[in-house]
């Protein structure tokens, strides 16, 4: 009986260090969602070699953007480096007012998400950029021939495309590609060609720096449009503009971030992405052709002066 009880007693002294054990190693891990475009994920990747400077265990986790406020929330993922307004505002202002993140601030870089074509394509379909001159030139964009409706090219980003199309009445279809490396052969392919393309682009992005074009001119946008159907070009139908021209990027985190991560918390805060910041990002692997992780080090190489600042000299690891 006696060594039963001390057979136990060992037990739980051997369960009590193993889990603080992994409460330390927890206490040690810094996670990171990598979404599915480029220059968040190389930039995630250049960030996670900076806190690793601090001693931290950096992990990365593959995830939608839809799956990491959730995480975030839970302290699953403890912070995001690239919210973009469009695509991701409404998410962000929900989780912000409920407390469930915290705003880690805003870049100083303008941002904007919206159809977009190689400039070349305005020898093709005079009128352009304003938007009344696509259904002029719909056929240009049919996947088909003989087709009368154009295709716009997306991913599985929602922008309300749909909506955008019903509201202004436009002569399109949408067709969306598995992924955003799907979207840029299309495009190099129709570049090659000298082919009309529309699709989904975004800027900063490698193609500000390598591949001249346009977005669309739609109906400027207005917070109103989204939600008054009296407002805009249709009086029935909401969502008869287009996207902000002038977007913003934000960064957020896990409510517990400062206080569990202080140096975390404030090289996040300092954090503050330039435009060609973010366009080499992604433009080291789509034109340059290295690996997320290549990218990370040559861009964290590039941008070296630029950044040593964000980093806190008390912070770093001495180990």
Known sequence: MRFVVKFTNWLFLVCAVLCCAHANNKQNEISIPMN??????????????????YGYNVIYHDMPASDQWGAMKKGLVHFQIEIWQQSMSGQFNRMIENNYIVDLGVH?????????YPKYVEEL?????????????????????????GVFYTIDWDYQDADLIRALGLHFTIERLNNENELWQLLEQAWENKTPVLIINWTPNWTDLYMPGKFVQFPKYSP??????????????????????????????????????????????KLNFSKNMIADASALVIVDGHSEQEAAKKWLEKYNLDIAHWLESSCVSKT
Do not use: H
């Open 36 to 53: 599915n475009w480029t220059s968040q994920r190389v930039l995630s990747y250049a960030v996670g070699s900076m806190i690793q400077t």
């Open 108 to 116: 100083d870089v303008v941002v904007r998400e919206e159809w977009w």
């Open 125 to 149: 379909c005079p009128g352009l950029p304003d938007w009344q001159a696509l259904n002029r030139c719909a056929t240009l964009f049919a996947r088909k021939p003989g087709s009368s409706k």
């Open 224 to 269: 109103a449009c989204e939600v008054d159907a009296s407002w805009g070009q249709n009086s029935n139908l909401v969502n008869d503009c287009g996207n902000p021209q002038k977007g913003w990027l934000r960064k957020a985190g896990w409510t517990g971030l400062q206080s569990t991560y202080p140096c975390v918390y404030n090289l996040l805060r």
